[in-house]
């Protein structure tokens, strides 16, 4: 399969005149926007490359629901939570915003009253990972989701001054403290440049996958905010993939990114590069592969953790004949605190949901709790709302001291 050259390859090759010419030919059989970057406008190409690798997504995520299919449904939860967790923390990192996982994981855990750092990024990322946030169609939603994510988060000097986003300036800047890009220099270009990227979004005659991957460009040049704009713009991109892709994999695109940094930066610069004459054919193509390296990644996890679910299985049944201080539904709670581990670490497992899956009252599944506190074989991530995980004679119980207490 041949290489698909930049722009500014073919230029120092050849000429600005051969540059110009492959650029309209590339354009007349490609997906053409609104949307400028510098003197022209952004278009991309469905290379063989692309339909190869989106080929490959689809083909990945297939076999994710048939992984994801045989996980018991606290796993599934546990994991889910676990993902969230790990996603946060990658995408403030990618920022710069210092971030515990302990400090997500109360703030994922926080009644709505509490006013724990995080709690409000954390709440959407559980929604999202529910399917229960929509993508927004116009630049007030953007501002609303944003007021919801980052709101209590952004400096007082940050908070945007114009109608809905910013009304001055901004740069973004390496870590030399050198200038690399200028947003969109005012509200009205603002404006200009998300509806270009809307109506790109709309139209009919676009694919669908590589269009929202094109956008998440579209968003990040823009910079519409003073402060927020990365890790709004990858949350904007987790849901609007969601309406294709698996909750597990777009909750894992952030943890893939931060591995691979300079790889998704420079995918930006090169958009931005005049000679490249507004291709974004290889930022699509590098933003699939990044998609599809967060599947590859859950792919293996799942994997592995599967052989572990074998291993507590036998353990379990093993306990069933031999453990005559603990009742049958103790146990059975037991197997379930040992799913939860093995696919969410140390984030534990609520009451509520303990209940539901072992089919019992509330107050028959508190009283299994009760029975597995006293043995020493459960302790408590957090009282309100109740929720536990595996003491570390728990682990050692259930032969599980080769997980990681924080796994995945």
Known sequence: MRKYKTLKAVFHQFDAQVAEAEERRRREVGFETSFTVGDYRLFYVATPQLLNIQEQVLLNERALELLAFDIPVAAQRSYLFDLITQEISATNEIEG?????????????????????????????????????????????????????????????????????????????????????????????????????????????????????????????????????????????????????????VLTLSHIINTQKDKYYKAFVEVENDLNRGDATLFAQVMLELLRDAQLHLIQDFNAKKELMEVLSQRVNTLMDEAEDLSKGAIDSLFVFGQAFLFGGSVGLDWDTLAGVLAKSKNTARKYIDELESAGLLQRASSRPLRLTLSKDGVAFLSLERVPSDAS
């Open 97 to 249: 915003v210092r971030s515990t996982r302990r400090e997500i994981v109360e703030a994922l855990q926080a009644e709505p009253s509490e006013n724990k750092r995080f709690r409000e990024i954390a709440r959407l990322y559980l929604e999202l990972s529910k399917g229960a946030i929509e993508a927004p169609e116009s630049a007030q939603q953007v501002r609303y989701i944003y007021n919801q994510l980052l709101g209590d988060e952004i400096e007082p000097d940050d908070v945007p001054d114009g109608k809905l986003f910013r009304a001055g300036p901004v740069w973004v800047r390496d870590g030399a403290g050198k200038n690399i890009h200028a947003g969109a220099k005012d509200e009205e270009k603002i404006d200009g440049q998300l509806k270009a990227m809307f109506d790109h979004l709309s139209a009919d005659d676009v694919p669908f996958i590589v269009s929202r991957l094109v956008s998440h460009f579209m968003f990040e040049a823009t910079h519409p905010f003073y402060d927020g704009n990365g890790r709004f713009g990858r949350f904007l991109l987790s849901v609007q993939l969601q309406a294709v892709f698996s909750s597990y994999t």
